[in-house]
């Protein structure tokens, strides 16, 4: 069996990742966690304190570095502290792994500049502190990697949603919560600017399919190529809670910049995405009522 070190095992993409690895028989997976995890072998970090002796491995095949600070707020964002864990985190984990052969990151397409249309030629420049935290990482996974002849793949993760946002302040989650309290959703914006939502469970078989490609293709970006505006994301939610709540606009002229990507890359080397926004958006209603 492969063995492979899994990092954020608790966050949300994490946990999504580490239930679709178990039961695949070809990898020995070891969660690196601030806390057990149930069902798995789990090292725990201690606020990435460690050393290389916590370890009781030779080699590991493979190292998914999804841990991280990932804001759940706007102004989480620009949040200094935990902008700088993601860098000082990352570094100590580099500097610490038994012999490795491949580390694959799950970035954020926050690294990008502003665009109607994101593509792994986009500019990279980020608009906050998280970004650049998960660009620098980046840069330093790739040199660390060159420097001790590891593989490395750096996957820019976009929208993601599913069962385990419920914590975020985010488009969906607060639409979802606000008709589940039978109040009108909110839409801060004319409601016309395109998102694509990605779900988590696409999502999570991307990076594991990145597992075994071979060739060195360069970034690849994690995403959906379904566009749907604001309002009709707001609507397909209010219409499979509540279909007699009304959608209130409130509109802010600096909110309406629309946001898509090009997921070709992604389809070409790792997986088409499966689950349609209108169905995946239902497991999420569900999750929030449990």
Known sequence: MKPILVTGGTGFIGSHLLKFLKPLS???????????????????????TFDKSIFDIDEIDVVIHAGAFI?????DANDLIFSDS???NTQHLLYNLPPVKKIIFPSTV??????????EQSITEPVSLYGWSKLYCEQMIERWGKANKVSTQILRIGHIYGSGEEKYQKLIPATIRKCLANENPVIFSDGQEKRAFLHVSDCVKAIVKSIDLQENVGVINIVSEESLSVYEIVSIIKDAINKELSIEIKYNAG????????????????HIPEVLFKNGIKEEIEQFTL
Request: net charge positive; aromatic share 12%; hydrophobic share 35%.
């Open 86 to 88: 993601n860098i000082f």
């Open 110 to 119: 926050d690294v990008y500049k502003q665009e109607n249309l994101i593509t």
């Open 71 to 75: 804001p759940k707020t706007a102004n």
């Open 26 to 48: 070809q990898y020995q997976i070891i969660a690196l966690s601030s806390k057990p995890i149930p069902g798995f072998k789990t090292i725990l970090h201690q606020n990435y």
């Open 255 to 270: 909110n309406n910049r629309s946001l898509t990507f090009d997921a070709s890359k992604m389809k070409k080397y790792l």
